[in-house]
């Protein structure tokens, strides 16, 4: 009796033993086993089934640990002693997420996918593109036809680079521009057989350039490299553009289409088309984006007004005006007696200045009405008062432009002030003292989306022209 109780309380200790054993095992080795195939919060019930029907075999645990990593690598300065804690609590936090392994690859595949259907719509609309079209960019107004009005890029970005070039699609229309000194007749490769010179024909100098050019492009027409050639023609500040007429189709030459400056008597709307002076890009004038600030600051100056004085001027008589009434004390008044070409950093700056701090920039006439102070001011959001009168020479003299001078801007209805003399001025000025800013905030607002409609329409009125007839005139 004595020998079976001993035998059972033998066996009973060894049974303890053992199970202290195992439950010690548990507790010091158990946890250091990794989870079989699965994420540190688990498989979602029936995902690990429907990725393996897709034959995707990645552990959960190799994909937790390159995500780790990629994590562990970004954390730089942590010690290494510090890296387990570190990786402890990344995994907690994995354990708290809603952590898909297969991200990877479901974007992978949803790129892909992408890619597949912008490569099945570019095949799709690929002959939607039925016109290219290389512009010659021979003329500073070149710059603000691409760069103002159809809002492209050049590269490189310095502007004193040799050969700068830009791509744009507008409508149907692809385009690509190139400009800079490099680009010479013969120098270049023509692989466009549509072409848009834009050229400088103000005065005699640049006539014989702007000649050269064409008869360049009448070459490879002859020789049936180019097929359509438009111009855009800086015009003669007089209307004075008797010199590009033999080049003209019209007159038997290959020019098809002709987009001018100022109020020329020959504009038809057929073949002869207005074009805007637009800003002095020869002098750097940047492109302008409109601000808070420009819409919604309180303007310290009525007007402005920094130029050349002509002698026997209307400028003189302007000047004579703001003198006489004190309204030069209030107004940013700069004039000077010889005009000045080249434009410095500091005069740059200090023009910018003038239009944006001044609710009204005076426009007295030139050489021509048309002057680049408009465009300047509508880009910053200052009212052009603007001299409307007609001067010397050959510009709007039929009866067809009853509406000149400035025919299109006025056509396009110009937010702008309009006076016939300069007498007018106190009276305007009178007037501007008494307008609170909200009033003046609505009307820059106005005018800048006047001007960026204006440029919109010209760019879309361009492209029109071309495609009809580049694409009229191929067809037949």
Known sequence: ?????????????????????????????????????????????????????????????????????????????????????????????FESEEWNPWEGDEKNEQQHRFKTSLQILNKSTKGKTDLNVQIWGKAAIGLYLWEHIFEGLLEPNDVTAQWREGKSTVGRTQYSFITGPAVIPGYFSVDMNNVVLILNGREKAKIFYATQWLLYAQNLVQIQKLQHLAVVLLGNEHCNNEWINPFLKRNGGFVELLFITYDSPWINDVDVFQWPLGVATYRNFPVVEASWSMLHDQRPYLCNFLGTIYENSSRQALMNILTKDGNDKLCWVSPREQWQPQETNESLKNYQDALLQSDLTLCPVGVNTECYRIYEACSYGSIPVVEDVMTAGSCGNTSVHHSAPLQLLKSMGAPFIFIKNWKELPAVLEKEKTIILQEKIERRKVLLQWYQHFKTELKMKFTNILESSFLMNSKS
């Open 1 to 93: 009796m004595r020998l079976t109780r001993k035998r059972l309380c033998s066996f009973l200790i060894a049974l303890y033993c053992l199970f202290s054993l195992y439950a010690a095992y548990h507790v010091f080795f158990g946890r250091r086993r990794q989870a079989p195939a699965g994420s540190p919060r688990g498989l979602r019930k029936g995902a690990a089934p429907a990725r393996e029907k897709h034959g995707r075999g990645r552990t959960l645990t190799a994909a937790y640990l390159a995500r780790w990593l990629g994590r562990a690598r970004a954390g730089v300065g942590r010690s290494r002693a510090a890296q387990p804690r570190t990786l402890l609590s990344e995994q907690s936090t």
